[in-house]
C-alpha cells in the first residue's frame, strides 16, 4: 500500500504515459495539498462580495478604436475538449450542427476570418484529430501559428490511501481530465506561449468553444489594453438560475477571487446562493496579457497554484460501486487570484450563451436566434418575448439523434412562444409555430405526430 504522502507511484506512473516534468511538478503540488488535509474550501467568513465593477454597455466608444488597432497582436483561444456525451455524442461537441448547418467550429472559423484573427484551439486526446479534418475546410486559419494544443491529463486518486487509482478492466479510467486551469501549464508544455510571444501577440480571448455569445468585442480589448491589465474576466449578472454556479467574490486585501460550487463549505451554501450578495458569475471569457503570464510562470517555476478543487467521485463514473476518487481539479478563471492588478468587467448576458443541454440546442435552432453576416448568433431582434424556457422529456429528447429523429424538420417556431414543456413522445412536421405557454403531453407510450403547418397555444392535446 502507498504510505499517504508518497508522491512517487504517482511520478512514476505519469512519466510511464509520457506526460512533461512540468505537469507532473503541478499535479504533486495539489497532491500533497490533498494529504496535509487541504480542501480548497472557501468559506463565506474568509471573503467579501463584490458590489459594482466596470460595465462594458458604458465604456466610451474610444475604446473600440484602441481595441481595433490591438487586434493584429491578438489571438482567439478556445476551449475544444469536450465530447458532448451528456447529449450523446461520441466526437467534440463542436462538429455539432447549430445553425443553418453550420457547427461551433464553422461558426467561429467564419467568425475569425472576417476579422483577421488567428485561431487556438486548446484539445483534448479525443478532439484534436476530428477537430483539425474539420478546419481543413478553412485554408485562411492554417498558416504559422499552429491550430491547437493538447490538454494533459493526471491520475485519479484513491481516497482509502491516497494511492493512484488502478482499473484494469478499462485503463483509461485511471485518468480525468485536470480542469481547464490546465491551459497555463499546456500553453508551456506545447510550446504554444514562446510560439505566440515571439510571433509578436502580446494578447488572448479565451473562452469555451459551445459559447456562441464569446465573440471578440473591440471595446472590451480596448479597455483591456488602455489599462495595461495582466489578467481580465468578464463576469455577467447572476439570476436564479445561476445559483448553483460559481461566483466573483473578494479576499479583504481586495484581490478578486473565483469561488466555485466544489469549494464551498456545505453550511455556507445559503449565502453562495444569495444572488443578491454574490451578484456576478464568471463567464469563463477571459483575457491575457501574454508577456505577464510569461513572466509569472518563470517567477513561480511553472506552478501557478491556483486554488485546487478536490472532486469526489467513484472511479467508474457509470458504477457508483467502484472505488471512491479523488479528482484534483483546477479552473482557469481561478487564475484572478494569481496576478496582481487582476480585473473583471461586467457584460451583457448574450456574452454567455452555451448550449451545455438539447433544451438549449433547440432554442438556438429555431427562429428565436438569427446568424449574422458576420457569422454572430444572436437573439431575433423580432421576439418581444422574454427569454425561452424549455423542458423536454429527457426519456425522448436528451440525446441529439432522439432529438433530430423527432424534429426532422428543424425546430419549430417558437418567436412567440414563452416556455414549451414537453412530456413524452412527440414527432413534429414542418412549418409547426408554437404560442405563448405550451404544454405538449402524451401520456401512452405510442408516439403522437404533430401534423405540418400546426399552430399550438397551450396545453395539447387538450383535455
Known amino acids: 500500500m ?9 511520478a512514476q506512473k505519469m512519466q510511464a504515459e509520457g506526460l512533461p516534468q512540468i505537469v507532473i511538478k503541478n499535479f504533486e503540488h495539489y497532491y500533497h495539498q490533498l494529504v496535509q488535509g487541504q480542501t480548497g474550501l472557501i468559506p463565506e467568513s474568509s471573503i467579501e462580495p463584490v458590489e459594482s465593477l466596470p460595465n462594458v454597455a458604458e465604456f466610451p466608444v474610444e475604446l473600440a478604436e484602441i481595441g481595433r488597432k490591438a487586434m493584429a497582436q491578438t489571438v482567439l483561444l478556445k476551449l475544444n475538449g469536450g465530447l458532448g456525451t451528456s447529449m450523446g455524442l461520441e466526437k467534440a461537441k463542436s462538429l455539432l450542427s447549430v445553425k443553418e448547418g453550420l457547427t461551433f467550429l464553422d461558426i467561429i472559423a467564419r467568425q475569425v476570418q472576417l476579422a483577421g484573427l488567428p485561431l487556438v484551439l486548446m484539445n483534448s486526446y479525443n478532439t484534436h484529430a476530428d477537430s483539425l479534418a474539420a478546419l481543413k475546410l478553412y485554408p485562411y486559419l ?14 485519479k486518486v484513491l481516497r482509502a490511501d491516497f494511492s493512484p487509482a488502478t482499473w484494469p478492466a478499462d485503463p483509461g479510467l485511471e485518468w480525468c481530465p485536470p480542469g481547464h486551469g490546465d491551459i497555463y501549464t499546456a500553453l508551456v508544455t506545447s510550446g504554444m506561449l514562446s510560439t505566440l510571444l515571439q510571433a509578436g501577440y502580446h494578447y488572448v480571448f479565451v473562452s469555451n468553444v459551445d459559447n456562441l455569445g464569446a465573440i471578440l468585442e473591440p471595446s472590451i480589448l480596448g479597455y483591456f489594453v488602455k489599462n495595461e491589465l495582466p489578467f481580465m474576466m468578464e463576469v455577467a449578472d447572476r439570476t436564479e438560475a445561476d445559483k448553483k454556479g460559481g461566483h466573483l467574490a473578494k479576499l479583504p486585501t481586495g484581490q478578486l477571487i473565483l469561488r466555485e460550487s466544489a469549494q464551498c463549505p456545505d453550511e455556507d451554501m445559503a449565502t453562495f446562493q444569495d444572488i443578491a450578495r454574490h451578484q456576478y458569475f464568471n463567464t469563463n471569457n477571459l483575457w491575457l496579457h501574454l508577456p505577464t503570464l510569461h513572466g509569472l510562470l518563470a517567477a513561480k517555476e511553472n506552478v501557478l497554484g491556483l486554488a485546487m478543487i478536490r472532486n469526489s467521485k467513484t472511479l467508474d463514473p457509470r458504477d457508483p460501486t467502484s472505488p471512491p476518487v479523488y479528482q484534483l481539479e483546477t479552473a482557469m478563471g481561478s487564475a484572478i487570484a494569481v496576478f496582481e492588478g487582476a480585473q473583471a468587467v461586467r457584460v451583457p448576458r448574450a456574452r454567455f450563451a452555451p448550449i451545455k443541454k438539447t433544451n438549449d440546442l433547440l432554442d438556438v435552432r429555431s427562429d428565436n ?40 424538420h428543424g425546430a419549430p417556431s417558437l418567436l412567440e412562444c414563452e416556455r414549451l414543456t414537453i412530456k413524452g413522445d412527440f ?11 405550451v404544454e405538449l403531453v402524451n401520456s401512452t407510450e405510442r408516439q403522437i405526430t404533430i401534423e405540418a403547418d400546426t399552430e399550438i397555444s397551450g396545453r395539447w392535446p387538450a383535455i
Request: glycine share 6%; charged share 25%.
Open 427 to 437: 414527432k413534429f412536421g414542418r412549418g409547426v409555430t408554437l404560442k405563448n405557454s
Open 142 to 155: 492554417w498558416r504559422g501559428i499552429p491550430l491547437d494544443f493538447l490538454q494533459h491529463k493526471v491520475p
Open 2 to 10: 502507498t504510505v499517504p504522502g508518497n508522491f512517487a507511484p504517482f
Open 369 to 408: 436566434y438569427v446568424l449574422s453576416d458576420e457569422f454572430q448568433i444572436a437573439p431575433n431582434p423580432e421576439r418581444r418575448l422574454g427569454p425561452m424556457v424549455i423542458e423536454l422529456d429527457p426519456r425522448y429528447y436528451q440525446l441529439i439523434d432522439d432529438l433530430e429523429a423527432r424534429f426532422p
